[in-house]
């Protein structure tokens, strides 16, 4: 078994699957655990946890439910099991490397479930949110959750590979989850990523080819003063070594997790400008 989809070991995994089959809200917490339960409650606990061990289907693909940014989502296959570390940044809302009071526009770039997205929506209220997908299936999913958590009208789902669909829309924050699997480490993916779309997470050979079109391109659609903020997991040394004269920031997520750097725009303006070739 592997555990990797919304928890990093098996009690909180077995607390989240009897919790649901039972019909108990998180928000109990300890109080729950004395309670007895119905034998029918008992029934849903062992069919899903059959189904969970047998199938090796990540639990959020069963329950149909994941917890981002204290948020209750809608999942399902067609997007990834969201469990970005950016969830952290944004409910500090991305301080202290951008005033929060200024921020206008956020881009997410590969939305998904649009857990980013609407995260950023919750935490900067005065803001608008652009939320970028090329699959279709994965923005109808967004959609969803959009209309569950009453956003349709701040975050605007777009299909788009990359920056296409943008225009000349420009951004405080650019902010993405893209990508960044390598071919050999793809074939080396326990069965539970088996199930979530390829398209989420291969990325080429190195695993960095939607990282080096966001790199390329991000200037473009940030404002002075911008943020970009990129997830590439444990691709991260692959990251510096591909981009050396890049100045990253790599801020310490406290809930766990890392492997998320972030830019400023006069620093990808600096070294445009200098004539560095930042992008390889």
Known sequence: MHFGHGTDNARDEAAELVFFSAGIAHTEGAAAYGRALT????????ELLRRRTRSRIPLPYLTKRAFFA??????????????????ELALHRFAPWIDPARVRRVLDVGTGSGAIAIACA???????????????????????????????????PLRSDHFAAVGRRRYDIIVSNPPYVGAREMR????EYTHEPALGLASGVDGLNSVRAILSSALRFLR??????????????????AFPRLPFIWPEIAMGGGGVFLLRAEDLEESQQSGRQYVR
Not at 188 to 191: E, I, Q, S, T
């Open 39 to 46: 034998p029918a409650q008992r029934r849903r606990i062992a």
């Open 70 to 87: 204290g948020l209750e989502l809608y999942v399902d296959e067609r997007v990834l099991v969201p469990r970005s570390p950016i969830a």
């Open 122 to 156: 919750k935490a900067l209220p005065r803001a608008r949110v652009d939320a970028l997908d090329v699959s279709a299936a994965a923005l109808a999913v967004c959609r969803r959750n959009l209309r569950k958590l009453r956003l349709t009208s701040r975050v605007e």
């Open 188 to 191: 080396g993916l326990p069965r």
């Open 224 to 241: 002075p003063g911008g943020l970009l903020v990129v997830e590439v997991g444990n691709s991260e040394r692959a990251v510096q070594r």
